[in-house]
């Protein structure tokens, strides 16, 4: 959108903030903990971890709280909220690189 509208697209096309700055901490996070438990930096991988969990439950409550909350929606909000900050992060770094790209 950026590339289509320019820098002022969120007014252009009315679309609000979002969670990009929550996305990218709770990926982060979660990065931060699996190369911090590889380099045995313990306390930073847990602290990290804490980071994605708590990030992680506060995104699956966001979207799990509006109901109906059945058995099944609850767990398809859980798993879909576990994969849905590491690719919505994936898909802007890519939306970047390729306007970069393009000049």
Known sequence: LRLR???????VTGVHKGRRA???AVTGAGLLSVAAGAARRRS?????AAVWVAGTAELAWAR????????????????TSVALPPAATWHWLRGWVGLATRG
């Open 22 to 24: 929550r996305h990218l």
């Open 64 to 79: 799990i709280a509006p109901g109906p909350r059945t058995a099944d929606e609850v767990a398809t909000m859980v798993v």
């Open 44 to 48: 930073v991988a847990r602290a990290a």
């Open 5 to 11: 509208y320019g820098r002022r697209w969120r007014e």
